[in-house]
């Protein structure tokens, strides 16, 4: 599966691709990709997190709200993206306001019908490839539950 993912990411365009990829990235849900402004992102390098972090300020829940660190194609990604944006929202569709979630969800359905993946293969599918990922590393289920923004151990036990 990573390498469909990888060659799904390749194959999307824009806003898709770096949606995606940040949602691969940090298991981010697809509202929270959404509704991030740029004061939430901090590329300013720190201790904990050598590539910058950001900042969830609203999710499903309220452990939802957590930081969560940057991988250097995130941030790459991002500087590129910061260098264009004229809005406060890190993914904004023409009249400056958030993308809506069923755009991203159209956009995907024809990257997965052209590549002929499986319908089950939604957009938050991608958050769930990195919390196995990180469950097949070994990572507990308390970490887990931290990156997540799960409101119960219970649902971050599945990954480990």
Same mark, same amino acid.
């Given at each position: 599966?990573?390498?469909?993912?990888?060659?799904?990411?390749?194959?999307?365009?824009?806003?898709?691709?770096?949606?995606?990829?940040?949602?691969?990235?940090?298991?981010?849900?697809?509202?929270?990709?959404?509704?991030?402004?740029?004061?939430?992102?901090?590329?300013?390098?720190?201790?904990?997190?050598?590539?910058?972090?950001?900042?969830?300020?609203?999710?499903?829940?309220?452990?939802?709200?957590?930081?969560?660190?940057?991988?250097?194609?995130?941030?790459?990604? *991002?500087?590129?993206?910061?260098?264009?944006?004229?809005?406060?929202?890190?993914?904004?569709?023409?009249?400056?306001?958030?993308?809506?979630?069923?755009?991203?969800?159209?956009?995907?359905?024809?990257?997965?019908?052209?590549?002929?993946?499986?319908?089950?293969?939604?957009?938050?599918?991608?958050?769930?490839? *990195?919390?196995?990922?990180?469950?097949?590393?070994?990572?507990?289920?308390?970490?887990?539950?931290?990156?997540?923004?799960?409101?119960?151990?219970?649902?971050?036990?599945?990954?480990?």
């Amino acid at each position: 599966m990573p390498q469909v993912v990888e060659v799904g990411l390749k194959a999307a365009k824009e806003p898709l691709e770096d949606l995606a990829l940040l949602m691969l990235d940090t298991a981010l849900r697809d509202g929270e990709a959404l509704a991030l402004k740029w004061p939430d992102v901090h590329m300013k390098l720190a201790p904990t997190a050598k590539f910058g972090y950001l900042q969830v300020q609203k999710g499903k829940s309220t452990k939802a709200r957590r930081t969560l660190s940057l991988t250097a194609r995130v941030r790459s990604m *991002l500087e590129a993206r910061f260098k264009t944006s004229s809005t406060e929202f890190v993914f904004a569709g023409k009249a400056g306001k958030p993308i809506l979630v069923t755009s991203l969800d159209h956009q995907h359905a024809k990257v997965r019908k052209r590549l002929k993946l499986p319908e089950d293969f939604v957009v938050h599918s991608l958050r769930h490839t *990195l919390l196995t990922r990180l469950g097949l590393l070994g990572v507990d289920a308390f970490t887990i539950m931290r990156i997540a923004g799960h409101s119960s151990i219970t649902v971050s036990q599945r990954y480990v």
